[in-house]
């Protein structure tokens, strides 16, 4: 992605894990991957909101990923490919198909192929790394796991699957809680597990959903203690800012669960886990109270409207990590 | 399709049933389906060169007909949709998956509802019904039969798959002989065979590859002699022309296949089926030699430039039929 980093130095040394959800983390994962060298750079992405949809895997969170990293991602949408054609959405509604779910013609390649690896017995991380060795992506996306989970929003009406809550019904609904069915059964990916077992530099939480982005890979089985026993700090990126969500349904859900809908709430959510938390300079009141709960607090400009905001972001949350590390008297990491 | 004749005066009462392949049939059929009423067309297309890619079921000559009938064919192409974008096939070069049968996006999503339609439990009659009735076809488009037969072609080199032999080599390897796998399990639609027991006025073969699209439609088990025994006349138009087919492998094959590749080979490839034969006026000194082996003959421009050609010979078979019910002394067709 980025050979001007690569063989030179990085604000880190070893393995950089983010784990990431969709169009918030894919700004950071994108600004990571100006950061670091290509091999150190391990994105983790859910896929609790995988759903099937015309008789294929649909992937939006990976997919989002993989356009970001690939440069095609479509910035006015915010999901999907750039330079798209809808000739098959139009079929679809003249054929009286479904039509909730729109599916560019390119995306829809995408999918068709992953489909097809998938049915031919590979791994969804194989069909992934394949994927993205196609569209020249040298740094290593990882779906949390190869066994189907799937995200559950559960609202007074009863329970949808995401993708009825998320596009459907346009996260209209209240939610009460959420459910990722099939998570008993998945298992942490291999590979991810494996460069946990490396000691990474940093392990990097995305400004994601923390509900239904971060959450769900957290919850596969094993994956909490992997990560929280690899020996490198866990920092947060707080996808709250000045009590709202840039984008999606975070600050809405948080209301609707009671849950403090700021920078604190975020802290809440992730308290025992975390290690340091990255908060927006508009939520810088609030540091001080955050970290009297004993977590290390980053100020810094966490919109990231431009390239170069990313990239400044992922330095930041490099050094945090950095920092956290040395404070700790560790040496597993850090270039000093 | 055709609302200038609804409730008219046909050239023949009682259905007029059509067997058809895919491009040169699916003209006749078009120009039937101006010369009769729409409940009174039943149109059989074969499903030989049916086939499964990127996991989706591909109809080609069913489709070429439905988009024939519903004014969507893309007739510069000769197959596939008018009006036609090609970005899905364009994205699966990109992602390196395999590009030998072209896709429109459009026509994609003809073969998605298909699909899901038929992992839904449904037959491929009533999927093809149904995306009839949305493209607003008013006639009765019938697979030859619910159950799948595989088109595969004995070559010097093995055999292939039809689509193999048809799109990827382009018809290049010499034919020496046809398998329809499957065959033995296949019933003849059930539809067919009820408009069949009702006495037709007149069964139709359309000018379409005799081998490869006729012959899998009456080697369905229980289908030659279904139709052999209707009571309707059976009444072939030629899909050779002055020794040559008008589009695709048929005069290649009869030459392979050392058959004599003219409306005298045609004659005898249908001999001792059919009641009459329609040949082009190019061919008319070959009108006694085949009206000698005691089958009727017709004389009529039978190669389609236009609609009103279509129509022209429309009209031409079926009093051709009439006529030759009348000539046997029946009376169960004809509006005299």
């Known amino acids: 992605m980025n050979p001007d980093h690569s063989g030179s130095s990085s604000i880190v040394d070893g393995k950089v894990i983010v784990l990431s959800g969709g169009v918030g983390g894919a700004k950071l994962v994108l600004g990571l991957s100006h950061a670091v060298a290509n091999d150190q750079l391990v994105v983790v992405t859910n896929t609790g909101d995988d759903f099937d949809h015309f008789g294929l895997r649909i992937c939006p969170d990976t997919d989002t990923v993989l356009y970001t990293l690939a440069g095609l991602s479509n910035t006015e949408l915010g999901w999907g490919r750039a330079n798209e054609t809808w000739t098959f959405m139009q079929t679809i509604k003249e054929l009286g198909g479904p039509d909730w779910f729109n599916l560019g013609d390119a995306d829809l390649a995408l999918h068709i192929v992953r489909t097809q690896a998938l049915k031919s017995g590979k791994t969804l991380t194989q069909v992934i790394a394949q994927l993205a060795q196609q569209l020249g992506i040298g740094v290593s996306l990882l779906p949390m796991s190869d066994q189907p989970v799937h995200t559950r929003v559960n609202t007074p009406n009863g329970q949808l699957a995401f993708q009825e809550y998320f596009v459907r019904d346009r996260c209209e609904p209240a939610v009460s809680g959420f459910e990722f069915a099939g998570i008993a059964q998945a298992q942490p990916n291999p590979l991810l597990l494996n460069a946990l077992a490396a000691t990474p530099a940093v392990v990097v939480i995305a400004p994601s959903n923390p509900y239904v982005s971060v959450d769900p890979i957290l919850s596969v089985p094993g994956m909490r203690e992997a990560i929280k026993h690899c020996g490198a700090p866990i920092v947060a990126v707080s996808p709250i800012v000045a009590g709202g969500a840039i984008k999606g349904p975070a600050a809405k ?41 004993g977590l290390s607090v980053r100020i810094a400009p966490s919109i990231m409207r ?6 400044a972001l992922a330095r930041v949350t490099l050094e945090f990590g950095r920092e956290i590390t040395r404070d700790r008297g560790g040496s597993l990491s850090g270039n000093e």
Do not use: K, N, W
């Not at 859900?253 to 908060?279: K, N, T, W």
């Not at 431009?306 to 990239?311: G, S, V």
């Open 253 to 293: 859900m948080m209301q609707e669960l009671d849950v403090p809908c700021s920078v604190e709430g975020i802290a809440q959510h992730y308290r025992g886990f975390i290690d340091g938390l990255i908060i927006d300079q508009q939520d810088a009141a609030s540091a001080e109270a955050i970290a009297a709960t």
């Open 306 to 311: 431009t390239l170069d905001d990313r990239i």
